[in-house]
């Protein structure tokens, strides 16, 4: 999407001197623009719109400016070293993004792995049996990893069969797929998902879903870039045409 403004709508009419400089001047204004809105601007408007952030999410705000240029490019970071982009988590809960959130790693793990013939796997937050496992509402990276590793795997054995010293020693973790074939989980069948077995008793902690969750939008992308420059660009513009002036 391209927003256009107008220099003599945002600092007024503009003498002859003035147009002479606005080049550089309106140069100079739209690369510190791209600099405030990615590190002041953007991140006070996420912890204002998101019920939890962290540093991904408030750093995810990418912008590109060439030298003598009266533009800016703006996006969301499409870079994830680990886990996902927040282009890719955040995109969802905008209304110019995809109806349906991100598949994660993690369900793609599990259907690489046929744990899950479904589409994603969701964390049932509000289960106790998870309370410990979460971080800022989020299930941490490290169960995730447990999980993983645990799944099909002998109670408290690790893969080279020695004696876990883990926290999840004494549990047990498994899944059960609409399609599983195992009969010591077909009383399952009717609720997929993966399991923890604690002291004998399972109880859910993630269930399979035959389609992404639908996301509700809670801010635009368009808004926030219009909005937010509007408020910013004036004084921006006029500080830096009286600077060159000087």
Known sequence: MTINFDAEELVGKLNILERSQLPYAGSR???????????????????????????????ALRYTHKR????????LDKNAPKGQSPSRYLRPTSDEGPASVY???F????RANS??????ALAITDNP??????DNGRVRRSFYQTVKSRLGQQQGRTKSGRKSRSQYADFKFFAVDENSSDPRVQHFKGRPGIYRVKDGVPTRIF??????????????FRDFAEDESRKILPSLLKRMLDEALR
């Open 29 to 59: 204004a739209m690369n510190q623009l791209g600099y405030q809105l990615k590190n002041s601007v953007w991140p006070s408007y996420a912890q204002r719109t998101f019920n939890r952030t962290n540093d991904f999410t408030l750093s």
């Open 68 to 75: 003598g240029d009266l533009s800016i490019e703006i996006d």
């Open 103 to 105: 598949v994660t790693r």
């Open 107 to 110: 369900s793609r793990y599990l």
């Open 115 to 120: 744990y899950m013939q479904g589409s994603y």
């Open 129 to 134: 049996a998870l309370s410990n496992e979460l």
């Open 207 to 220: 269930a399979f879903l035959d389609q992404e969750p639908s996301v509700t939008p809670k801010w635009s």
